[in-house]
Nanobody
Framework: QVQLVESGGGLVQAGGSLRLSCGAS????????MGWFRQAPGKEREFVAA????????YYADSVKGRFTISRDNAKNTVYLQMNSLKPEDTAVYYC????????????????????WGQGTQVTVSS
């Protein structure tokens, strides 16, 4: 059973930056994909970014491409989401998620494809 714990959320002005972290424990991530999702009030949870743990293949939602960067640190079993040029519409609770294994070349952008979830961290961008 993999446990995920997010940190790094907070309040930032538009145009600012934040870095979210997601620490994983309790299992191997070797063949997993790690993803970030977000959910704003009254909206459905949406895909933000993902990274395959073994080959570090990354992909992003169009709304964050060029502004957000997902990365991983093997030694620390941690995934990061660097968020730059933040906009008020980025305000949401951000969740880290992991698949239980999988295929390195498969795209995992649907929340139903993920098996483990963190508790979420609030990101608020003021205008």
């Amino acid at each position: 059973q993999v446990q995920l714990v997010e940190s790094g959320g907070g309040l930032v002005q538009a145009g600012g930056s934040l870095r979210l972290s997601c620490g994983a424990s309790g299992g191997t991530l070797r063949s997993s994909t790690m993803g970030w999702f977000r959910q704003a009030p009254g909206k459905e949870r949406e895909f933000v970014a993902a990274i395959n743990w073994s080959i570090a293949w990354t992909y992003y939602a169009d709304s964050v491409k060029g502004r957000f960067t997902i990365s991983r640190d093997n030694a620390k079993n941690t995934v990061y989401l660097q968020m730059n040029s933040l906009k008020p519409e980025d305000t949401a609770v951000y969740y880290c998620a992991s698949t239980k294994g999988g295929y390195a070349s498969r795209r995992y952008s649907n929340s139903g494809q993920y098996d483990y979830w963190g508790q979420g961290t609030q990101v608020t961008v003021s205008s």
